[in-house]
């Protein structure tokens, strides 16, 4: 594997970017569907959770260290492939998921008229030319995206100052708010998850001792936005509209009305989204790509072309809008959270085993 | 049989433009060939309007009702 590195600013601005620019697009409808009003108590609650899986995996930076060399093109024992094909699969489904969202986004609200195949294509491109050029860039372009749609939504408040309607977030609590909180969980809990990413970024870390500190600031900051968008979500549209639109986050960004000559600003906010979107997927098709090379033992980048194309190809796997739809709302919840199960144990057991053995051969030198 | 035009035409280029590397790498060849060839034949699968996503309505009703139940309870 080429000697690329990351600093723990990029690695935070990457981990926040790749949860929260997916989540946005329409995942808080079914939130705010099931939770109603106290939908930002599930922000704080998965926060919680997520925070303690990512501080498991990315304890004890000694023992990450000894893994660095999981991914190399070495012969690798059998549970080291398992590993790797669980967390390839995982993030294809990502791709995949992503990828259709992203396409169906542009195509029902940006270009109505361009067909959807150019879109994809188009897409892919794009993808193919900022993957090739390695993590340093991804992560330097993803820096730049992310700090900037940051900034957006924090402003946003102040931009919907006049809209915003406390009272939308009453009554507090309520008979069933606890189980509602809890399916909410259930759902939003695999998205925020996708965090774990980590254990595929760590390799480029330097230092890797900052690992979890980067690991939980990047989760932070992905959260805090998430909860801004979630809170003025409920009290800008209220739980009626919100719960109904399939993007909710593009009918809050249109109740912008600074003057009369300001009301417009959400095309703009959009053009600073999409970026955020395509360094996700570029990530996320550098990360296939390189598992890719892992397996077939070869540390070239010819083969992401075609990869790339062929991927494009799978936005035909979803009949229509409303099947993508159901998809990420309903499959990808238990999907995600089995896939991210299986690889946080593998991850872990591969951790404590390569921990054993490097203390065995030290009793062997000893 | 618009998009397998373009992606012939997306192959095609990148294999002259990288030509020489390949012919440099017997196996580098032989993966790329591989891809393409998947690749084409995956859109000619789709101009021939093969229902493909009955995989994922599959998962919709499998994994996508433990969900739905999950959500009732």
Redesign the interface.
């Given at each position: 594997m080429k000697q690329e590195q990351l600093s723990p600013f990029q690695l935070t601005c990457l981990i926040g970017n790749f949860i929260f620019t997916g989540v946005i697009i329409s995942v808080p409808q079914i939130l705010m569907e099931i939770s109603k009003q106290n939908t930002w108590i599930v922000i704080m609650f998965t926060y919680v959770l997520t925070t303690t899986v990512i501080y498991i995996i990315c304890r004890k930076p000694a023992k990450l260290e000894k893994l660095k060399s999981i991914f190399y093109f070495d012969k690798r024992p059998w549970f080291k492939n398992v590993f790797i094909s669980v967390l390839f699969m995982y993030l294809l489904f990502i791709y995949i998921r992503d990828f259709r969202i992203f396409n169906s986004f542009i195509d029902g609200i940006l270009l109505p008229d361009t067909p959807f195949d150019i879109i994809a294509l188009l897409t892919t491109l794009t993808l193919i030319y900022i993957s090739l050029t390695g993590i340093e860039v991804i992560a330097r372009v993803t820096v730049i995206h992310f700090i900037t749609i940051s900034i957006v939504v924090i402003l946003l408040p102040f931009f919907l100052l006049n809209e915003i309607q406390l009272a939308n977030l009453l009554p507090f609590g309520g008979l069933h708010s606890g189980a509602e909180i809890l399916k909410s969980t259930y759902i939003f809990f695999p998205w925020m998850t996708e965090a774990i990413v980590i254990v595929f970024l760590f390799v480029f870390l330097h230092p890797i001792s900052h690992l979890k500190k980067a690991g939980i600031i990047g989760i932070s900051c992905g959260f805090i936005l998430l909860f801004i968008l979630i809170f003025l979500n409920i009290t800008v549209l209220g739980v009626a509209i919100a719960s109904e639109a399939t993007y909710p986050n593009i009918k809050l960004i249109q109740q912008i009305n600074l003057t009369d000559f300001l009301d417009r600003l959400d095309l703009v906010i959009e053009v600073v989204w999409i970026p955020t979107m395509l360094c996700k997927l570029s990530l996320l098709l550098f990360t296939l790509n390189r598992l890719f090379n892992t397996f077939r033992r070869k540390d070239s980048d010819f083969d992401i072309v075609p990869l790339a194309l062929l991927l494009s190809l799978t936005i035909r796997l979803f009949k229509n809008n409303i099947d993508a739809i159901e998809y990420s709302f309903f499959t990808w919840p238990t999907k995600g959270l089995l896939l991210e199960l299986i690889i946080v144990t593998l991850f872990l057991m591969l951790k404590r085993g390569k921990s054993h053995k490097s203390k065995g051969n030290g009793q062997k030198i000893s | 049989m618009?998009?397998l035009l373009?992606?012939i035409i997306?192959?095609l280029i990148?294999f002259i433009k990288?030509r020489k590397?390949?012919l440099k790498?017997k196996?580098?060849k032989r993966?790329?060939l591989l891809?393409?060839a998947?690749?084409i034949l995956?859109?000619i699968v789709?101009m021939l309007e093969l229902p493909?996503?009955v995989?994922?309505?599959f998962?919709?009703h499998t994994?996508?009702?433990?969900?739905?139940q999950?959500?009732k309870?």
């Open positions: - | 618009q998009i373009i992606l997306c192959l990148y990288i590397l390949l790498d196996q580098e993966w790329y891809l393409s998947l690749c995956l859109a789709l493909l996503y995989v994922t309505s998962l919709n994994l996508g009702e433990i969900t739905k999950v959500i309870i």
